[in-house]
């Protein structure tokens, strides 16, 4: 934005120093000038005595002759106190504005995309202070931020170009070799496909949470929860996975499609990263004093925290936890780690000393009841009697 040129910071507290200085001397110095004036008489009688042994007496105005003596000498004192408040003013100044000047320094380099540096600004606590820590905080955050849209961006894309590498060597296969059977081609590629749209299905999705970019309702998240399990529950039955639910009223505000999807996502990763055929999953919401948490655990193989705490990265895949043909896209709990954020939660996860892991969204609470009594379902399959 352009503007016009006006006169700098310092020069303005220069003069705003030198003004003040030059006040306070002319109040001193018409307090003393009406202090005179109050206690010196107009007239005084003057005894002289000459050499020659002879005196006299006379009067003499005094308030004239103090005039003349008192305006020269406040002239000067305020000359003074002009030159002594413009340079002490500019050297002071000049003292004072210089952590402004480091942090100047660092915003010209934060613009040119050197998000690196950091204002390390010295000394003890003060304004200054914490406007060169709240700058440092600032950078610190975006340099992370840029950092994982570059890590986000690179992974994207070669995951994006994953199935279209596969969908052009399918068509050059089918074009090479006429003989080969078309159905097998075409079924390959619909899988393909629809891998590819699922994951810009995702990316799509996490592009809209981390915009914030929905509208807000008030929510149940027990029925979100119930929800979830009866759309999965297919994918329950077919794996022999059993699903628990057991929750409480967990009033939240939030989007209903958001949290949906955060939910199946939670509920669909337990199902299928499980013991096949022995495993549970279990789905539970409570409340707490001004929080509501939603609870997932299921069963599976011991995993330790190091491989746990990298789960919510994008396009992240704990090698023990994926299974052929169902390691997804690898969003799913980057989603819900950013649905979560977008709804001003936290996400925790965390190993279960048996195997599996138990994860857990906590989410702001509001205090409408809907007056729906605390449920609890156990759905077993046959296949896991």
């Avoid at 705003?16 to 306070?24: E, G, I, K, P, Q």
């Avoid at 413009?86 to 952590?99: D, H, N, Q, V």
């Avoid at 491989?307 to 994926?322: A, D, M």
């Avoid at 980057?334 to 138990?358: C, F, N, S, Y």
């Amino acid at each position: 934005m352009d503007r016009a040129p006006g006169p700098s910071v310092r020069l303005r507290l220069t003069l705003s120093y030198a003004a003040f200085l030059m006040l306070a001397g002319a109040l001193l110095l018409a307090a003393v000038w009406v202090f005179l004036l109050r206690y010196v008489p107009d007239r005084a009688l003057l005894v002289t005595s000459g050499t020659s042994g002879t005196s006299g007496t006379g009067v003499f105005p005094v308030r004239s002759n103090l005039l003349r003596v008192f305006a020269p000498r406040a002239a000067e004192v305020m000359a003074f106190l002009l030159v002594f408040g413009l340079a002490g003013g500019w050297l002071l100044s000049g003292r004072m504005l210089a952590p402004l000047t480091r942090v100047a320094d660092a915003a010209r380099l934060a613009s040119t995309g050197s998000l690196s540096h950091r204002i390390g600004l010295p000394g003890r606590q003060d304004e200054f202070r914490e406007l060169a820590d709240a700058f440092d905080t600032m950078l610190a955050r975006l340099e992370a931020h840029v950092t994982e849209q570059r890590r986000f961006a690179a992974n994207a894309s070669h995951e994006l170009r994953t199935p279209l590498a596969v969908s052009k060597a399918l068509l050059d296969v089918a074009r090479t070799d006429p003989d080969r059977d078309a159905r097998e081609v075409i079924d390959r590629l619909h899988a393909v496909n629809a891998r590819a749209i699922d994951l810009t299905e995702a990316l799509l999705l996490l592009s809209r949470a981390n915009q914030r970019s929905f509208t807000r309702e008030d929510v149940d998240l027990s029925l979100i929860a119930e929800e979830a399990a009866e759309t999965l529950l297919p994918l329950a039955e077919e794996r022999g996975i059993g699903i628990e639910t057991c929750g409480d009223v967990a009033p939240a505000t939030g989007s209903q499609a958001l949290l949906l999807q955060l939910t199946m996502n939670l509920v669909q990763n337990a199902i299928v990263h499980n013991l096949p055929g022995r495993g549970t999953v279990r789905v539970a919401t409570s409340v707490r004093t001004r929080t509501v948490v939603l609870t997932v655990e299921n069963t599976g193989e011991r995993l330790t925290p190091q491989l746990v705490s990298t789960l919510t990265e994008p396009f992240q895949r704990g090698t023990e936890r994926t299974h052929t043909g169902h390691a997804g896209v690898g969003l799913g709990l980057a989603i819900v780690k950013t649905i979560t954020q977008a709804h001003d939660g936290t996400l925790t996860l965390a190993p279960r000393p048996a195997g599996g892991i138990r994860v857990t969204v906590e989410l702001p609470a509001i205090s409408t009841h809907t007056g729906r009594a605390a449920s609890c379902s156990r759905i077993v399959p046959s296949a896991a009697v």
